[in-house]
């Protein structure tokens, strides 16, 4: 079984931390193990084949669930949440590709350099452009490697559509995700109150969703989506029709040509300080 990382009360990432254990609604506490003879001594119908930690209460009262756990749903089951939510659609993309998009048209298109940006609406683009002119928003953070996968590349240059629809779509770098703590699983956050949170095969094929508005899960999801949104970098910032993809990481620049790439190095004026990520095409 996957663990999933919940939270930590710990500066450098080791202990204490909670996990749940994927599918089974247990959670795995992390901690220093108890070794006061005192305390043992005290404990209650121990088994054998049990250990004790010992972790902060802050622990426990910041990050464990209140609720029991939601079960996996179909994707579908939320796709009213999408017309209904009042004020924000926020998604986290954390995977290195989506087995949705190979499979689509779009990725033979663009594997042969066709520019997959401009194409026709769709059923999600219309949505997006009904939803924002009644003043809602969608938002999304991507989670980009150096150098991007294949998967990362073909969002990133079908990215401008949907910006142009209204959604506002930034990236941010894995390394520089890791270091801020962003989870490293899929979710949607309606409203900052329900949670849906993805679950993925080992292909990156969408199982379904957990839903959830357990007040712990909501709020770390609201912290991601506030530590992430503060240093990605915006679509806009990365791209414009253009022949030429010029590339940074780090403060190493670098250019490339390339067709229909529609990418560009930002100017000094707009550069993020966190702009990071050699967006180029292979």
């Not at 994707?75 to 017309?83: C, E, N």
């Not at 290195?96 to 997959?116: N, T, V």
């Not at 998967?151 to 894995?174: H, K, M």
């Not at 949670?195 to 957990?210: C, I, K, N």
Request: charged share 30%.
């Amino acid at each position: 079984m996957a663990l999933r990382f919940i939270g930590t009360t710990s500066d450098d990432g080791d202990c204490p931390t909670l996990y749940e254990i994927e599918g089974t609604g247990e959670i795995l506490v992390q901690g220093d193990r108890e070794t006061d003879p005192g305390h043992l001594v005290q404990l209650r119908d121990v088994k054998p084949s049990e250990t004790f930690v010992r972790v902060p209460r802050s622990l426990i009262t910041r990050f464990a669930p209140r609720t029991d756990a939601p079960e996996l749903q179909p994707f579908l089951s939320i796709a009213h949440l999408f017309r209904e939510f009042r004020h924000t659609a926020w998604r986290l993309e954390t995977r290195r590709g989506y087995a949705s998009d190979r499979r689509s048209p779009k990725w033979a298109c663009w594997q042969a350099g066709e520019d997959i940006a401009a194409e026709p609406a769709n059923t999600w683009r219309e949505n997006v452009v009904e939803q924002t002119a009644a003043g809602k928003r969608f938002e999304r953070v991507r989670l980009v490697d150096a150098p991007a996968t294949d998967g990362q590349r073909f969002l990133l240059a079908s990215a401008p559509g949907n910006v142009a629809a209204g959604e506002d779509i930034r990236n941010l770098p894995r390394a520089r995700a890791e270091q801020l703590r962003v989870p490293d699983h899929d979710f949607w956050l309606f409203d900052s109150r329900v949670v849906a949170r993805f679950a993925f095969d080992e292909d990156d094929t969408t199982l379904g969703v957990y839903v959830t508005e357990d007040p712990a899960e909501v709020l770390a999801a609201c912290q991601a989506r506030d530590a992430a949104w503060h240093h990605a970098v915006p679509t806009t910032r990365m791209y414009q029709p253009s022949t030429t993809c010029v590339h940074r990481i780090d403060g190493i620049s670098g250019a490339r040509a390339r067709r229909n790439t529609g990418l560009r190095q930002p100017s000094a004026r707009t550069r993020h300080p966190t702009t990071t990520d050699p967006f180029t095409r292979k």
